[in-house]
């Protein structure tokens, strides 16, 4: 079956604009992970949503950051007033449920590019 | 706060050679240990997921152990071929928390050459 897809896959943009990044997950999977992969810095945790329970938020780096998640299946991360620090390759991931058992499957991610 | 270090940073070796890739973290309270691959400008791919419960894991040539008290985890890879080449991460779930992240280290570049 189809992966996790997201788009763009590269966005370029200028310092002081907003971005939306948008993740499909594995159809059937309600456990959805924003990731941040920068250089230098390896991949970090941004947020989880499981269900319709409310995000855990609690890696997104500034408030600048914000995601939500539509009818429990598409999920759009924003960037709002881009800095040059947000340059990064964003990844989604889902899994089946939220839980130890559960393999996370990672989508092909989109390369953000701040000018 | 949970930290992974992979070691080494990169490695090159000729093809047909076996190699064992490493993975440290400091906090043994985890529930599973996971083994990606990543090649150039693409997304991960998941190689072997290891419940804390379990010793080791095996995929065709892949093989990771898991030893949870001391915090190591190795993937062996078996005559290794030109298209094992790719970035391996290695990324530990941490028990205690609610949110299931994984937490990875920064990665071993294999380069396998012909």
């Known amino acids: 079956g189809a992966g996790v897809s997201q788009s763009p896959s590269n966005k370029v943009t200028e310092k002081g604009k907003d971005v939306e990044l948008r993740c499909d997950p594995i159809?059937?999977?309600?456990?959805l992970y924003w990731y941040r992969q920068s250089l230098g810095q390896g991949l970090e945790f941004l947020i989880y949503?499981?269900?319709?329970?409310?995000?855990?938020k609690s890696g997104l780096p500034s408030d600048r950051f914000s995601a939500e998640r539509t009818g429990g299946s598409v999920s759009t991360l924003t960037i709002q007033r881009t800095q040059q620090e947000d340059s990064a390759v964003y990844l989604c991931?889902?899994?089946?449920?939220?839980?130890?058992?559960?393999?996370?499957?990672f989508g092909p991610g989109t390369r953000l590019t701040v000018l | 706060k949970q930290e992974v270090t992979q070691i080494p940073a990169a490695l090159s070796v000729p093809e047909g050679e076996n190699l064992v890739l490493n993975c440290s973290f400091t906090?043994?309270?985890?529930?599973?240990l996971q083994w990606f691959r990543q090649d150039p400008g693409k997304g991960l791919t998941s190689l072997l997921l290891?419940?804390?419960?379990?010793r080791e894991q095996t995929s065709g040539r892949l093989n990771a152990s898991l030893d949870k008290s001391s915090g190591r985890s190795t993937l062996y890879i078996a005559a290794s071929q030109p298209g094992d080449s790719a970035t391996y991460l290695c990324?530990?779930?941490?028990?205690?928390?609610?949110?299931?992240?994984?937490?990875f280290g920064k990665g071993t570049l294999l380069t396998v050459n012909p």
């Open positions: 991931a889902s899994s089946l449920s939220g839980g130890a058992l559960y393999e996370q499957f």
């Open positions: 290891i419940q804390s419960s379990q």
């Open positions: 990324a530990v779930m941490s028990s205690g928390g609610s949110n299931y992240k994984l937490t």
């Open positions: 949503f499981q269900g319709n329970s409310a995000p855990d």
């Open positions: 906090d043994s309270a985890i529930y599973n």
């Open positions: 159809s059937g999977h309600t456990a």
